[in-house]
């Protein structure tokens, strides 16, 4: 007798929002009607200066309330403030600041700590500090750290904690060849283990090496959505 097979259920995206419309001060700046991302996914944005990168990332972090349109995580609507919202998702804007009083491995540290990984604290904060060449400033103040440095002290207090969904703008602004290199590995591993990635990204080399979809805005509005691949191959990009 022929065996009956369940039918199968299509996996759910991590992320999904839909018909998204941010406007300010009587103006749109932001229409997207969709935007999906699975476990382990990365979807990139891209488009000039002023095209709505940041806002759609604010949008999906729950930082800014759209006029219209939903953002769900695991099918719940996101919410800024839920606590678990908050342990799921690190967020990376370009407004992170520092204190000026505490050294490179206490800011990661603190970050660790709060969000909850006890013991194993101390030696994923070092994993992180030598993933991204930031080791040896481990004991230095803020304020003596060069700009990329810096960059690469901000980026390591998101990457320190665990999370299933990582939104990062621009997240290899100021960093050398080598040091967006090993940006790159450091998010494919966190995709490797399940982490889905929305990034606003100008670098086409980190594009192509992580996103597997590409969304370009221009003038807050969608002018294409679809594969990496599609985008690479054109030659030109068509965002700059
Ligand atoms: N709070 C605000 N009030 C009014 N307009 C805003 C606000 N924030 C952003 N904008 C406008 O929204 C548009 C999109 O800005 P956004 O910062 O999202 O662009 P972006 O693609 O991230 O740019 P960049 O590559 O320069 O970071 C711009 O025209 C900007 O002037």
């Known amino acids: 007798m022929a065996k009956r097979l369940k039918p199968v259920q299509p996996l759910l995206p991590l992320l999904r929002a839909t018909d998204l419309r941010v406007s300010a001060g009587g103006r749109q700046l932001l229409a997207v009607p969709s935007v999906s991302v ?138 050398d060849t080598g040091a967006r290199e090993r940006l790159a590995d450091v998010l494919r591993k966190t995709m490797a283990d399940g982490t889905a990635i929305v990034m606003a990204v100008h670098d086409r080399q980190l594009l192509g090496r992580l996103a597997d979809q590409v969304l370009v805005l221009d003038d807050g509005r969608v002018v294409y959505h679809g594969p990496t691949a599609e985008v690479i191959n054109r030659g030109a990009t068509p965002w700059h």
Not at 77 to 86: G, M, Q, Y
Not at 142 to 156: E, F, M, V, Y
């Open 38 to 175: 699975p476990a382990g996914g990365c979807l990139g944005l891209v488009g000039v200066n002023g095209s709505g990168k940041s806002t759609l990332l604010k949008a999906l972090a729950g930082l800014l309330r759209p006029d219209q349109g939903t953002v769900l995580l695991d099918d719940r609507p996101v919410r800024e403030h839920e606590l678990s919202f908050r342990q799921q998702v690190g967020v990376f804007l370009d407004d992170a600041a520092c204190f000026p009083d505490l050294t490179v491995a206490e800011h990661v540290r603190m970050v660790a700590t709060a969000h909850g990984l006890g013991p194993t604290a101390a030696e994923r904060c070092e994993q992180v500090l030598d993933l991204l060449s930031l080791r040896h400033r481990a004991d230095a103040f803020p304020d003596t750290l060069s700009a990329g440095q810096r960059q690469l002290l901000l980026l390591s207090a998101v990457l320190v904690r665990p999370a299933r969904l990582l939104l990062l703008d621009e997240p290899e602004q100021r960093l």
